[in-house]
């Protein structure tokens, strides 16, 4: 029986020449192994990475709580994404009555500018060694992780960035909402919530971890059976600082809607691209692997997300 290309994508002598390829570069033996015709010449074209090397790359993107919520698209080049800065509402017409005076709509446009995530990692010699499906293991697990945790920091840079509402200029940037504290309070996230339009209906809290143990410690001092999230989730990011860290005017927690707010555009696809380098520091019988993603990233909806600010010294 012919063995199809998914089928041979997962055979232990697929997995051993595709480990083979990642540290030399040649792709010759992957080709003859999942065509007996493909002669196709080395270093073109596409490789076909074995099934359980997708699976940990799609797991990675899953698993990061903010990236696996982000709306993605997969279109070449720099996405360029309207979002509507203002607009009449609908109105009730009666039968006969004049027609509805025509809708005023404004339009912005942010454009996602692709740009690489890279990340390095050295490994011994021994580890080089080690067989095709455990080194794979090895370096694409970390590697990945790496890389969607960097997407998400970047994210929320990219949210911490905008302009408020009253600060925005409309036609080029995306507005949030922001509001400041000088204490953690049990309605602080429902202030926030309340500044979301009404197309953010499925908000997350995103905040350092030690914030979260803020607000508990609020809730645990004032005996509160009282959620001081709303019922939200809370994704932890601790690219964000602590409250207890935060300076004056620093965002510390993000209440809003990625799947409505946020957008990622894979102009590359979603997978990691490695190189190996066993020269730069083959003195110290060390090996460098880079691990890299083409990815842009912004906001794309206006008061999708509720800025928290620190105000001051707390009183």
């Not at 903010?66 to 698209?73: H, R």
């Amino acid at each position: 029986r012919k063995v199809n290309t998914m089928e041979m994508r997962n055979t232990p002598e697929y997995i051993n020449a595709y480990a083979e390829y990642i540290k030399s570069g040649n792709d010759m033996e992957c080709r003859k192994l999942t065509s007996e015709n493909d002669t196709t010449p080395n270093g073109t074209g596409t490789v076909a990475v074995p099934e359980f090397v997708y699976d940990i790359v799609k797991t990675a993107w899953e698993k990061e709580g903010i990236m696996s919520l982000v709306k993605k698209s997969y279109l070449k080049g720099n996405l360029k994404v309207g979002f509507e800065i203002s607009a009449d509402g609908a109105v009730v017409h009666t039968e006969g009555a004049n027609a509805p005076t025509e809708e005023k709509l404004v339009l912005g446009i942010v454009e996602l500018i692709p740009a690489s995530i890279k990340k390095w990692i050295k490994i011994s010699d021994e580890t080089v060694d080690m067989g095709g499906e455990a080194f794979l293991r090895y370096i694409y697990d970390e590697l990945t992780y790496q890389i969607a945790k960097k997407a998400a920091d970047t994210l929320i840079e990219k949210i911490v960035a905008c302009g408020t509402v009253s600060t925005n200029t409309p036609a080029t940037n995306v507005a949030v909402a922001a509001i400041s504290t000088n204490t953690i309070s049990l309605g602080l996230v429902a202030q926030a919530i309340a500044e979301l339009s009404d197309e953010a209906a499925n908000p997350v809290i995103i905040m350092n971890k030690a914030t979260w143990a803020s607000f508990k410690a609020v809730q645990a001092n004032g005996n509160y059976g009282y959620d001081p999230f709303e019922g939200l989730d809370v994704v932890f990011n601790n690219s964000l600082p602590a409250f207890s860290a935060a300076t004056t005017g620093e965002t510390f927690a993000i209440v809003g809607d990625l799947a409505v707010g946020a957008q990622a555009n894979f102009p590359a696809g979603d997978e990691i691209t490695i190189k190996f380098d066993d020269l730069s520091l083959a003195e110290k019988d060390l090996v460098k692997i880079v691990g890299r993603e083409y990815v842009g990233m912004g906001v794309v909806a206006p008061k999708a997300f509720t800025k928290i600010t620190r105000e001051g010294t707390e009183s």
